[in-house]
């Protein structure tokens, strides 16, 4: 059954409160059998949240007429609530929207239960959106043109201010974006073209030619810091401007505290009909030029992060890479090879970690990759993600994600 989750048209799921993934991973813990207050699609991908975590349910609890029909994950179980509470060990998971409540809590003081826990509307509804496999029109993937870069900043999650100088080649990209283009039958929601800088690749304009002939219809997007924006008007394979006015590319350029001349790409990109994004923060729905503020994302080298966590995590089911014929969760992932070269680590893959997309049949095959943890997951220390101070450049050291 096609999901009817709705996601904000940013690609940017709400984010589950952890400590509230925390309690109720402990809640579940404390009884012997789990039951969810409600039968609706949200529920059904609590449920698919539980059983990635490990936690086994008993089944669904409703106030009348159960139905055990027209699932979206999978059947279980679904009882009337007076023929539960009564059991030992049971412990009862309320997901359902507030204005139910009135009804609910005080039929459980009138049979005398008292082994439940809520969830806030905000994780309910934010648990149900990451878990849930996207539709077609809200994927997207993005593909690192430069692992390096000509900027230089700290906690990069590319890990670009690290890297050795890396540019994909353009052959295995090619094929790469031919293939996702079979998968997807030519159609997705967005493809991003980053790096590292892109815009330090040579062959930028024939990728994004490229890129734009596999998939005609999908927003395409080249995401760079804007140094070479305005050299490249001039750049000795073609006008940039030109092609991508050609190639119904946006460009959504990064603001930095730098000397740079963002009114003067403003000008550009009205000369030649292109659509530009600036702002300081590239993942707010509206754009915003206020000072750049530096996020940390802080990294457990000994890879103890709770599965649950996960959920929390700005990239998951969300900013997927395709990389050398892989697929993978998260430009984190995908470039951990540069954080393990510059430390001497050894944050590794293992099997579950990405998809081959010459093995992959179908893309929905990436929309339930993308909305499971993957085992990678174990190294991102979410509790300790967020913003940490205004912009500066890195100092190449482990502190910066440790």
């Not at 119904?248 to 930095?256: A, E, F, I």
């Not at 206020?290 to 990294?299: A, R, Y």
């Not at 014929?325 to 070269?341: E, L, R, T």
Request: charged share 25%; with cysteine.
């Amino acid at each position: 059954m096609t999901t009817t989750i709705k996601r904000n048209k940013h690609w940017i799921n709400r984010l589950p409160h952890i400590y509230e993934l925390d309690d109720l991973l402990d809640f579940c813990g404390k009884h012997e059998r789990i039951y969810i207050y409600g039968r609706g699609e949200e529920q059904e991908y609590l449920l698919k949240f539980l059983d990635m975590c490990g936690v086994r349910t008993e089944g669904y609890v409703v106030s009348c007429s159960p139905c055990e029909e027209n699932f979206y994950y999978r059947k279980i179980p679904v009882k009337l609530a007076e023929d539960v509470t009564g059991t030992p060990g049971v412990g009862i998971i309320l997901a359902l929207p507030d204005r139910y409540y009135d009804e609910i809590i005080p039929m459980f003081r009138k049979l005398n239960f008292q082994n439940w826990i809520s969830l806030t509307e905000h994780s309910r509804l934010g648990i149900a959106e990451q878990m849930a496999p996207r539709k077609k029109s809200e994927m997207a993937f993005e593909i690192s043109l430069a692992d390096h870069c000509n900027l230089s900043c700290q906690m990069c999650d590319h890990f670009s201010q690290l890297s050795e100088e890396w540019l994909v080649d353009l052959g295995q990209l090619k094929r790469d974006v031919e293939r996702m283009g079979e998968l997807f039958d030519h159609e997705i929601g967005a493809i991003t073209l980053l790096g590292g800088e892109p815009t330090l690749h040579p062959d930028l304009l024939e990728i994004i030619r490229y890129t734009r002939k596999q998939f005609p219809h999908t927003e395409l997007i080249l995401l760079t810091n804007g140094v070479l924006l305005e050299k490249l008007e001039k750049s000795p394979k073609g006008n940039l401007w030109e092609v991508m006015k050609e190639n119904d590319t946006h460009v959504t350029v990064t603001v930095y505290p730098l000397r740079l001349d963002y009114a003067k790409m403003e000008e550009m990109a009205k000369k030649y009909g292109v659509m530009l994004k600036m702002s300081s923060d590239i993942h707010a729905v509206e754009a915003t030029k206020v000072t750049k503020i530096s996020d940390k994302h802080t990294m457990d080298l000994s890879g103890q992060v709770p599965k649950g966590h996960c959920v929390h995590c700005l990239y998951f089911n969300k900013f997927n890479v395709v990389k050398d014929g892989k697929y993978y969760m998260c430009p984190i992932q995908a470039h951990i090879n540069i954080f393990n070269s510059r430390f001497n680590k050894e944050l590794a893959y293992v099997e579950g970690d990405y998809l081959d997309i010459y093995q992959v049949k179908s893309w929905e095959e990436f929309a339930e990759f993308s909305s499971w943890w993957v085992p990678f997951c174990r190294y991102c220390d979410q509790k300790n993600w967020g913003p940490h101070s205004q912009w500066k450049p890195s100092n190449k050291e482990l502190s910066e994600y440790v």
